[in-house]
């Protein structure tokens, strides 16, 4: 095992690989996040994008590599070992994924339940504080099915907040919302970020919304690191791939003759 | 040779089921038994939630469905029974197949109906809805938080329906037995409770245990074994429900065979 990063690195990613089965899916990532940053991972659908963020919060095994967080190499942990770095890391999920058959309120009151010896008087109040921070004040005794796609996503990082987290993760935090609700989330990570100096990993591909939030970007192509840097270097960036996707260019429908014939003849010599 | 291969296929997959829902009842025991000294104490609350669900909500069908198994149990008997002029013996048939086999076989397929098909529905759609994973990354066990509170619910439970459901099937004979066959009602309940051991109750509900344990395993695996998509929810429901069945009748062919040995 390699030396742990430097102190102000919260996260560290090394030649990380993950394969389901056969298919490898990431081809060796190696990134660092700095403390109190927002990092945005962008790329297209199918790029691997969210299998690193599963990776990374420890819902899916890497097949090499190593993950670091807090300066603590994750990877090689048991599930148990892992669950106390996971206390210190929130997921806002893209659908929300709030329990149905709790209230918004016990949602986000049960992780301090679970974990934490507070009074329930204590718990209750905290609940309320977290719900009042994304704008849901008032909203905890309405089941989650009650509520808007917007204020769903707002319930679930109040709920990914209730341990106080030092990293947050957002998966597709504006997908399937309406402009203004979308700039609202924008918004309310900008406001976390700069209220508590939370670490915010952002994985999204809606371009406007990863230039106005993010500190550095991270994108991903294929399973590999296509370009890595702060968002003017981003803009600046000369690489097609990497051009194409900000540019809004589609994919050219025939790549070359010979692909196209091969994918005619059902020949596919090139493996995914 | 493709017959071969899939027997050898199908075998292999079978085992690779039973492994699985060992690993989970395995797990879920654990997390039950030992659990609690680790300073991971089991969720009474969610438990009781739980009892409610599959045991009292369960009473009116049940029995409703074993006061009538059992007038059918003494109408059946009774056929054969009347060709000997031994009809006196209606009470004891009912009472012993009652408290042997169908007592426990009828609650079984009543909670497989109404929670095994739930336990599958409720883990799956979860499944799907990512529920799952973020209690994983809330550091929660799904098996100590979903599993664990409906294993304890079902192990108590079913003994207590079966044994609801014996009295029920008894009463259901009781109609016959005064209606048909000249019995006082103080009469049939004497004649039952002569015919009836002890080890005919007891056996009845340590099959009861063995049936709960086995739907609650089936219909939480199933759930966790749901994929993408609303239909794998439908899918995993129905394979719950009827692998549950499957099996269910297993463990009692294993476990009547076993008693019948040890009783000779």
Known sequence: ?????????????????????????????????????????????????????????????????????????????????????????????????????????????????????????????????????????????????????????????????????????????????????????????????????????????????????????????KGNILAFGTKEEMQDCKIPRVRQFLDRVPEPEVAEEMDYLQMLTGENPRPL | ?????????????????????????????????????????????RAMHQAMAVGIEALPILSTITFFVGLILALQGAYELRKFGALQYVAGGVAVSMTRELGPLMTAIVVIGRSGSAFAAEIGTMMVTEEVDALTTMAINPIQFLVTPKFLAMIVMLPCLTTWADFMGVLGGAVFGITGASFTFHGYIQATVDALLQRDIITGLIKSVMFGGVITAVGCYEGFQTGAGAEEVGRSTTSAVVMSIFLVIIVDLVFTSLFYMLQR
Request: hydrophobic share 45%.
């Open chain 1, 1 to 221: 095992m390699s030396q742990p990063p430097a102190d102000d690195v919260i996260l560290s990613v090394r030649d990380l690989r993950v394969r389901y089965g056969e298919r490898e899916i990431l081809h060796g990532i190696s990134f660092d996040v700095k403390k109190a940053e927002t990092l945005v991972i962008m790329g297209g659908s199918g790029c691997g994008k969210s299998t690193l963020l599963r990776t990374l919060v420890g819902l899916q095994r890497p097949s090499s590599g190593e993950i670091w967080i807090r300066g603590r190499e994750t990877s090689s942990l048991s599930h148990e070992e892992l669950d106390e770095t996971r206390k210190k890391m929130g997921l806002s999920f893209q659908g929300g994924a709030l329990f149905g058959s709790m209230t918004v309120g016990q949602n986000v009151a049960l992780p301090l339940q679970e974990h934490t010896e507070l009074e329930d008087t204590t718990i209750q109040i905290i609940m309320r504080l977290k719900l009042e921070q994304v704008g849901l004040a008032g909203f905890e005794n309405y089941n989650p099915s009650q509520l808007s796609g917007g204020m769903k996503k707002r319930a679930a990082v109040a709920r990914a907040m209730a341990m106080d987290p030092e990293i947050l993760f957002f998966d597709e935090p504006s997908a399937g919302l309406d402009p203004i609700i979308a700039a609202g989330i924008d918004s309310l990570i900008l406001k976390l970020q700069k209220a508590f100096r939370m670490t915010i990993i952002v994985v999204t591909h809606e371009l406007a919304s990863a230039f106005l939030i993010a500190d550095r970007m991270l994108m991903i192509d």
């Open chain 2, 1 to 45: 040779m493709a017959f071969f291969d899939s027997i050898g296929r199908g075998a292999i997959g079978g085992f690779a089921y039973v492994g699985g829902l060992a690993r989970l009842t395995g797990r879920a025991a654990y997390l039950t038994v030992v659990g609690p000294f680790r300073g991971k104490p089991v969720r009474m609350s």
